[in-house]
């Protein structure tokens, strides 16, 4: 037998390895137990070199999709820049588009408001080549029945008046330029005067004697007396004021954004404004309650010999006052 | 196509005794078990390269010495069947035993330098694998495992390819003779 084994040796011991595999097995099957300190000692053995697999795999796939595998990154790239220059146009779109979505229903609920007023919608379509003037040009013209000096208006306030007409187009002079004049008058004292423009921003009103007080904050409308504006349209506010020889320097802030004008009304005739109860379409007409857009600034440029602000001047408000009705209090 | 003898086995006198540097065989075995179970994680294909299996055959003919190459085997099934959770330890050792010791029996007797022959013998043992392995499984453990289907068909022939190139590589880490 012994000698049988050594001539066999490797048979021998494959035998030896089987049956002890095949006990090993039939132990576990019949204990139903595991044999937990050979996986043990072979978790101990295979884990680092699972990590070290895993941590060099990891590596090699970062490098290989943060570096290598870039081929198309670059027209990706070029393609979702195209996307989003494409989204951000369609986006100012959208937003211009609502923008003038909410003008022209401004514009619309002022028309509801006055439906006796013959006006006609325009939009400026450019402005004055020249910068020491300041006058736009509007698409509506002869054809839609406009004609030189009639007034242009907005639902915050004036604008200026038609200076000249062509079939199509119409330009306008701003209450702003130096060559405008508007007769206008004080919403509470109903001092009259003449708002002349400047050539800057902000027009003067003009011929107030200093005798007569003037606040901070006080509103400005329409007199009616240059013919051209109905009576009681909104104007602007009083910013500063400091005396003068011979009459007070009064700078005003215009109620409509007249450097960023798009949609205008044109009225097609001088006809006084008489706004329904209730109406909420826009502040151009004294007796509508909604607010101004204009704001006194915080440290205006008052001279140091003028009167004190009065106690509250700010928000220009000129509904729900004595003045509802324009020739109500009139000097 | 090596030209050599074996002075181990002195009826294949013209077969040559490959050695490898000090630690290869355990470097390598230890390598593809922790190769096949990390990238067991990532899926099935993993199964169409038993790499353990493949480095069996490899060691087992390249040394030809039935004992080292059973206990190669054996030591390599143990630690398969270890990092199992649902395998008992033992029946890919049985299985790798009997792999082993064929593997290092045939290499002493035919050449296995050559990509074909070195094909067709992995193709055969990796059968012979599954049959060791199925018997085993369906006797002692109750499984109904099959000997035989169309996927471990083109799994054999997949590792068998596979194991023509990776062959290759482990030739050079043998020492000169």
Not at chain 1, 257 to 273: P, T
Request: proline share 6%; net charge neutral; aromatic share 6%.
């Amino acid at each position: 037998m012994p000698e049988i084994l050594t001539r066999h040796r490797p048979l021998a011991l494959l035998a030896a390895l089987l049956i002890a595999q095949i006990l090993l097995l039939a132990f576990q099957i019949k204990r139903h137990s595991d044999v937990r300190l050979i996986r043990y000692w072979a978790s101990e053995i295979i884990t680092p070199g699972e990590k070290a697999a895993s941590w060099a795999f990891s590596g090699i796939g970062g490098i290989w999709h943060g570096y290598i595998d870039l081929r198309g990154a670059h027209s990706e790239n070029v393609r979702l820049r195209q996307e989003v220059g494409q989204l951000e146009l369609r986006n100012q779109e959208l937003e211009n588009t609502a923008a003038q979505a909410k003008r022209l229903s401004l514009l619309l609920d002022f028309r509801e408001a006055h439906r006796e007023a013959r006006m006609v919608a325009a939009q400026v379509i450019g402005g004055s080549a020249d910068l020491s003037s300041h006058t736009v040009f509007i698409n509506k013209g002869e054809r839609s029945g406009i004609r030189r000096d009639q007034a242009v208006i907005t639902p915050d306030g004036i604008v200026g008046k038609v200076v000249e007409v062509s079939p199509d187009t119409a330009q306008v002079l701003l209450i702003n330029d130096r060559n405008s004049g508007v007769g206008a008058l004080f919403a509470d004292t109903r001092t009259q005067g003449v708002l002349k423009g400047t050539g800057d921003p902000q027009p003067v009103l003009a011929y107030v004697t200093n005798d007569e007080k003037v606040h901070l904050g006080e509103v400005l409308l329409t007199s009616g007396e240059d013919r051209i504006f109905p009576k009681g349209l909104l104007i602007g506010i009083v910013t500063s004021f400091k005396p003068g020889y011979p009459f007070q320097t009064i700078n005003v802030q215009t109620a409509a954004r007249l450097d960023r004008l798009e949609d205008v009304l044109v009225l097609l005739s001088q006809e006084e404004l008489h706004p329904k109860a209730n109406s909420s379409a826009g502040n151009v007409v004294v007796g509508l309650p909604a607010e101004p857009k204009v704001e006194v600034p915080k440290t205006p440029q008052v001279a140091a010999a003028a009167p004190a602000p009065s106690p509250s001047p700010a928000p220009m408000n000129p509904g729900g006052n004595k003045s509802a009705s324009p020739s109500a209090g009139r000097p | 196509m090596s030209y050599t003898f074996n002075s181990g086995m002195q009826s294949e006198s013209n077969i040559e005794v490959h050695k490898y540097y000090g630690g290869v065989v355990t470097v390598v075995a230890l390598l593809a078990i922790v190769i096949q179970a990390f990238l067991h994680r990532y899926g099935r294909w993993s199964e169409f390269a038993d790499l353990p299996l493949l480095v069996t055959i490899y060691f087992g003919v390249s040394r030809r010495n039935p004992v080292s190459g059973m206990l190669l085997g054996a030591i390599i099934g143990i630690a398969q069947d270890a990092l199992s959770h649902d395998n008992p330890i033992g029946l890919y050792g049985i299985a790798k035993t009997v792999v082993g010791y064929v593997a290092s029996s045939v290499g002493a007797r035919i050449d296995t330098e050559h990509p074909a022959s070195r094909f067709a013998l992995v193709f055969v043992l990796f059968h012979v694998h599954q049959g060791v392995l199925a018997f085993t499984e369906r006797v002692l453990l109750n499984r109904p495992t099959p000997y035989f289907t169309v996927h471990l068909l083109i799994v054999s022939l997949v590792s068998a390819a596979s194991a023509v190139v990776l062959f290759s590589l482990l030739d050079r880490l043998r020492r000169p003779s």
